[in-house]
């Protein structure tokens, strides 16, 4: 059985969503958690007493991502609490969907790539600046960074660098027996654009098609690997990249 007892979980946007399901099983595999929001800090509560529940110490942090101090204040706060991070996964971020190439705006591109890009790249910055040797960081990206899809250029290039990064941070930082991978997504039923079951039903409809297994992805189906990345059985596990998507095509 996986165990995490004494160590120290960071995970960004878990409030909700892939975020709150991977606090939770981090949790519940003994580790002391933090809580990251920016701004639904009624969720990030609800979160909070979940995990606590779980008999774990956890706090929750206000830091949006999307500035660097920040971002540094949720790693001095959380070494202040804890006295050390164990695991960090960059899994904030935003979705825009159904936008041709031709159709984003300046405002559209600049929010997306400053909470998805360079929020995660800093976060992981962070993590790398911060973490225990032996350490994990975990880059949840997307699987529109593996598979193009009509309507998301910006929101899959803005998950794109991040993933880069992933390659070049395991290498720079492995000696010290850090592992960095990053989970690639399928899209996620109730979570992000899908949290409403009646939402894009036509990219719903088309999502599901390309999916051998017919159906989207459910946050414990990410979870599972995220729990994976951040045991000893991915001590020797570097650098990669695993897609969460039941063989789907996009």
């Not at 920040?70 to 790693?75: A, C, G, N, V, W």
């Amino acid at each position: 059985m996986n165990t995490l007892q004494n160590k120290t979980a960071l995970i960004t946007g878990s409030a909700r969503g892939l975020g709150k399901a991977i606090a939770e099983r981090y949790a519940a595999l003994g580790a002391n958690i933090v809580v990251n929001y920016s701004r639904d800090k009624v969720s990030a509560e609800e979160t909070l007493s979940t995990v606590e529940a779980m008999g774990v110490k956890a706090i929750a942090i206000q830091a949006d991502v999307s500035k660097v101090t920040d971002i540094e204040r949720l790693f001095d706060e959380t070494k202040k609490a804890f006295g050390k991070i164990d695991i960090v996964v960059a899994n904030a971020g935003i979705e825009m969907v159904e936008t041709p190439v031709t159709q984003f705006t300046e405002e559209q591109f600049d929010r997306l790539f400053s909470i998805n890009t360079k929020g995660a790249y800093f976060t992981m910055q962070q993590a790398a600046k911060n973490i225990e040797d032996n350490g994990r960081i975990i880059y949840i990206a997307s699987s529109t960074t593996a598979f193009p899809v009509k309507g998301m250029a910006v929101y899959g290039g803005s998950k794109t660098t991040p993933r880069y990064l992933v390659d070049v941070l395991s290498k720079e930082i492995g000696h010290r027996g850090v592992t960095v991978n990053s989970i690639i997504p399928f899209a996620v039923d109730h979570s992000g654009i899908f949290v409403d079951p009646s939402a894009y039903p036509e990219l719903r409809k088309s999502l599901i098609e390309s999916c051998p297994m017919g159906r989207l992805a459910e946050v414990e189906d990410v979870a599972n690997l995220a729990e994976f990345f951040a045991s000893d059985l991915s001590s020797f596990v570097n650098g990669q990249h695993l897609l969460v998507n039941g063989g789907a095509t996009q």
